[in-house]
């Protein structure tokens, strides 16, 4: 391997090794006995730091963002051998709402800092929590709540589609275009030559007769969650009308029954 080839390997293991303490050791003229001497002062602990990472407290809080990760304590200021802070997977979620199943923005006012990572909370409560156990919020990676909602909107070419799309793939979530779908449906309601049924007409059951069964079966089919004509005449002739009445037909191509 070329000495080239050697720094660049040190260059990858350094910055893998950058969420932790590492130590780096000039050994230009040293001998062995002398190097393991040097190494074995330099491992050796200080008597007032804690033998272990804790949450400490950003104390004042920031201005914004940006300023928790130079910010530092009175008793930091002087320690030149402190790595740079950095934001955690967690960014700007407060990790003990996440813990709660809530997606909320901390706030730079109530920020602690742990293993050179900086976490915001939304609460001084929440951040005194975390810090009396930070491990028990960090245990698993931050996963976004099966149910979590995010309405995206944007001017043509803003990208809103493609970045729907990202979040499907990550998350697995359901993208629904309103548009298209409002749309779909006002095509498919214009070209029928009647106006059909409106709701869902209930299933069958074990007392119906077959021929109720069958009946019953043609008006499913047939039903629909329609419009009123006047509804339907008012969207043709191009007025005025409330974007809520199309909730259902939203509900609808989510596979939720209605009756």
């Known amino acids: 391997m070329s000495e080239r080839q050697d720094e660049q390997l040190d260059h990858r293991i350094i910055l893998r090794m950058f969420d932790s303490t590492y130590i780096k050791v000039d050994i230009a003229g040293l001998y062995p006995d002398e190097l393991t001497d040097v190494i074995a002062f330099r491992l050796k602990p200080k008597v007032t730091e804690p033998l272990r990472p804790i949450a ?15 910010t530092r304590n009175e008793d930091e200021e ?46 001084e409560e929440n951040m005194n929590d975390f810090q009396r156990d930070p491990k028990r919020c960090l245990v698993n ?6 149910d979590f909602r995010l309405l995206m909107l944007g001017p043509k070419g803003a990208g809103v589609h493609t970045q729907a799309k990202m979040l499907e793939e990550e998350y697995g979530w359901r993208v629904v275009d309103y548009l298209e779908v409002v749309q779909t449906k006002l095509r498919e309601i214009i070209a029928q030559p009647e106006k059909l049924p409106n709701n869902v007409i209930a299933p069958a059951n074990d007392e119906m007769t077959p021929e109720e069964i069958n009946k019953l079966e043609d008006l499913n089919r047939r039903c629909d969650i329609n419009l009123s004509a006047e509804e339907l005449q008012d969207i043709k002739d191009a007025k005025p009308f409330p974007a809520w009445k199309f909730l259902p037909w939203i509900i609808e191509y989510l596979g939720y029954r209605l009756e």
């Not at 979620?93 to 809530?102: A, M, N, Q, T």
């Not at 990676?141 to 099966?146: A, D, L, T, V, Y």
């Open 56 to 70: 400490t407290i950003i104390e004042g809080g920031a201005g914004d963002f940006k300023q928790l990760l130079t």
């Open 141 to 146: 990676p931050p996963q976004m709540p099966p």
């Open 78 to 123: 002087d320690d030149e051998n402190l790595l740079p802070r950095e934001w955690s997977l967690w960014r700007t979620i407060d990790p003990v709402e996440l813990l709660k199943g809530r997606v909320e923005e901390g706030s730079p006012e109530f920020a602690c800092h742990y293993a050179n990572n900086v976490f915001v909370f939304t609460s």
